[in-house]
């Protein structure tokens, strides 16, 4: 369900213009909303300016108060765990010394049709057909088997029948009754709205058991949440950080989506991408497996792979796909190998050798379509549109350097898991090449920074002459400037060769940083340079946008009133660069990217951060998991999850404001490990704990004086570390002497 704070249900979204908020059932529509009034003394009280709106994590509140009538009302909703419903309950305060009367009306505007691309699957909208069985509504579409429900346990006084102002062929329905509410008493309406795409019976049966059992479904949820709460559980001094990462393992749980007949998987952002996608699933799910969500990574990896399958044959990965089945794209050249590093991360995360054997051959196929498909002058470079979606920029660009490099390396790590010494030895050697060939062919000494893409001259200046419109057009004379003077020295200096160019500093020059690929010379530069091309809350998408918030430590991003990205501050390419800084041996500007990305959580949205920072786009999104759990996790906490091993290794990189940390609950295959830093005055101390004590817990530590002072640990020195290995036992501590 999605509206407003208010308690309104405006039209919204442009996937389906003006058409993604209200209550989804996918892959229908069931309501655009609904509303509700209090008439009393002939004073009409609308429910739809709310003064306040709280969120918890698995329900929310909108409160409505009328001064003058000594009345105040509060609509509570959930969505039940497995049903298709929502439950809401209106609470009406008489906080008068008499006894009030008057009619309560709760008008529900149906609006049964298809999600996205509905006319590719015969999914064709009819006109909705309402009928009162004695306490509810029931409307069906005409000429499908879609049908809505809503009603109250009470029986109403009266019922109207209206035209649905936002859509033809919905229909409005009103449910009124007579209240009577005693002095200082509170009067109660529970509603149930429930829906079904396939029979009434299946619309009916979620009807009955929201409205008889919706206590219990309530306290079930709850739990689940205390539950999700509870693994990986961060303690640390910066609480507004800690809240954000609570409340972004809430939001990657709203993200779930389950149509039946089709499966399970993360949607990728509300309300206009609720549906499944390859490339942002691909950066959330490493999120979710650091936050204990195995079940729902596994999911989503059986649907992607098997529609993939299905549509492509040849491992290469969809794109975007509704809620309906129908592939609106079939794969960006990223997405596949971005799918076989996923698979590794997966298998390190859970040891399960069957995973990795049922999923190899399609990166193996993925593999081979992206070098004998893409790569035209065999050069290793794929062609084709990775994460920047803007027109033109489909030759050779770093993010697909960057993630098909990485692809081969964990191919290679999974052909040795898997006994495939040939294919161990070809993906080695092509990842090592890559390494080497991005290092050198990408690199731009001049703009301290990796080349957006490799091109053709002709390419190019294509390219500086939109860049040129857009820069011009946002009123950035320096990008300008930069940008004419790049095609004068490409125009003096031609080049009948592709070669590397610098022309729209977009985030994905960070790759090589975030996948490790950069040697650290170059890397510390970029990275340095990137800082440019930051604001307030994060990383500009597109550098030449950045604006003269740009460096500062306040400012805002105002979205277009047409759909865009441009000038956009995001939470992925932010993500991206604090885990660049780690790999670098560079926590505490690590941190300050989260910090920066924490400063759009509940900036507009109550316990949920956008999508575009601070609040434009989605209101909330499922890669922001990347962007924090990597980090922390990872990271800062030193995780190194190698369940096929039975082993878990801890390198602990933690920024200096982090003086005393935990992390608790981590699960990791049959184990769950735990651990606490501290680090002040004369105190260094780290305690690691692990639920399973026939794994082996190693942890690395900067060479220097340490101590075990509980366990058994064995102890060596390799690279300038001490390392402690534990086998056997559930806990070590280490002290500094």
């Known amino acids: 369900m999605v509206g407003h704070q208010d308690g309104s249900f405006p039209p919204l979204g442009w996937h389906i213009k003006g058409e993604m908020g209200g209550i989804w059932d996918h892959p229908i529509k069931l309501m655009d909303g609904f509303d509700a009034e209090l008439i009393m003394a002939g004073k009409v009280m609308p429910l739809n300016k709310a003064t306040e709106f709280t969120n918890y994590p698995f329900a929310n509140k909108h409160q409505f108060i009328f001064e003058e009538e000594n009345i105040s009302v509060e609509r509570v909703q959930f969505i039940p765990d497995g049903k298709q419903g929502v439950f809401v309950q209106y609470v009406i305060h008489n906080n008068s010394k008499e006894t009030k009367t008057g009619k309560f009306q709760f008008i529900g505007h149906t609006d049964l049709r298809p999600t996205w691309l509905g006319e590719r699957t015969k999914m064709d909208d009819g006109k909705d057909e309402a009928n009162f069985d004695g306490k509810k509504w029931v409307v069906k579409d005409a000429s499908n088997p879609w049908y809505n429900i809503f009603g109250s346990e009470q029986t109403p006084d009266l019922t109207l029948t209206h035209e649905n102002p936002n859509e033809a062929n919905g229909i409005s329905n009103s449910l009124i009754y007579n209240i009577e509410i005693p002095a200082v008493s509170d ?81 990728a952002g509300i309300p206009d991408y ?36 299905a549509i492509n044959g040849n491992g290469r990965i969809l794109h975007e796909m509704s809620t309906n089945g129908a592939v609106f794209n079939e794969g960006n050249i990223n997405e596949t190998p971005q799918f076989v590093s996923l698979i590794w ?63 081969f390396e964990d191919a290679s790590k999974m052909a040795h898991a898997l006994e495939k010494p040939d294919l161990v030895n070809k993906y080695e050697a092509l990842a090592g090449e890559l390494k080497q060939r991005i290092n050198t062919e990408f690199w731009s000494a001049d703009f301290g920074s990796y080349a957006d893409f490799i091109g053709t001259d002709e390419q190019a200046l294509h390219l500086i002459k939109d860049a040129l419109v857009r820069a011009d057009t946002l009123n950035k004379p320096w990008a300008v400037e930069e940008l004419k003077a790049t095609e004068r020295q490409l125009r003096q200096n031609p080049s009948s060769e592709p070669r590397p160019f610098v022309l729209y500093h977009n985030w994905v020059v960070n790759t090589p940083m975030e996948m490790g690929i950069a040697d650290s010379t170059k890397a510390i530069v ?64 690590a941190l300050d990217y989260l910090k920066r990305m924490t400063r759009s959580f509940s900036y507009a949205l109550p316990g949920s951060m956008y999508e575009v920072s601070p609040d434009y786009g989605m209101m909330t999104q499922a890669w922001n998991i990347y ?16 369940a096929y091993d039975k082993m878990v290794e801890i390198r602990p990189q933690m920024p200096k404001d982090w003086d005393n940390a935990s992390l608790e609950q981590v ?59 534990l086998s056997n036992e559930k806990t070590m501590v280490i002290t500094k002497r």
Do not use: C
């Open 345 to 407: 991360n997966i298998y390190a995360w859970t040891g399960n050798k069957e995973f990795l054997k049922k999923y190899f051959p399609t990166a193996e196929l993925g593999l081979q379509w992206l070098m004998d498909e893409n790569d035209t002058n065999r050069n290793l470079f794929p062609d084709g549109f990775g994460m920047m979606e803007i027109h033109g920029l489909n030759s050779e660009m770093i993010d697909v350097a960057s993630y098909t490099q990485k692809a």
């Open 667 to 725: 699960k990791i295959g049959t184990n769950e490990v735990s651990v606490w830093y501290e680090n002040h005055d004369d105190v260094f101390q780290i305690k690691v704990q692990q639920t399973n004590p026939e794994w082996h817990l190693k942890l690395i530590l900067p060479e220097d004086d340490y101590s075990a002072t509980q366990g058994n640990p064995e102890t060596s020195a390799a690279q300038g570390n001490t390392i402690f290995m």
């Open 274 to 309: 609720p549906w499944w996608f390859g490339v942002d699933s691909e950066y959330a799910l490493k999120g979710y497996m650091a936050i204990g969500r195995e079940d729902i990574v596994m999911e989503t990896i059986r649907l992607l792979d098997s529609v993939s399958m």
């Open 526 to 589: 970029a990275l340095d340079n990137a800082k440019k091309f930051t604001n307030p809350f994060g990383m500009f998408v597109t550098g030449i946008d950045r604006d003269e918030s740009a460096g500062k430590d306040e400012g805002s991003f105002k979205g277009s009133k047409v759909f865009s990205y441009t000038g956009a501050v995001m939470t992925l390419p932010t993500g991206v660069q604090a885990v660049a800084e780690n790999n670098y041996g560079r926590p505490d500007e």
């Open 627 to 642: 962007a924090f759990a990597i980090p922390i996790v990872n990271q800062f906490f030193g995780i190194n999850p190698k």
């Open 187 to 267: 009067f109660i309406l529970n509603f149930t709205i429930s829906g079904s795409y396939t029979s009434l019976e299946d619309a009916e049966k979620n009807y009955t058991s929201i409205q008889n059992n919706h206590y219990t479904l309530a306290q079930e949820k709850k739990q689940r949440y205390t539950e999700l709460a509870n693994q990986t559980k961060l303690t640390i001094p910066d609480k507004k950080l800690e809240q954000t990462f609570e409340w972004l393992k809430y939001n990657s749980d709203w993200l779930v989506r389950t149509v039946p007949e089709i499966g399970t998987g993360i949607g």
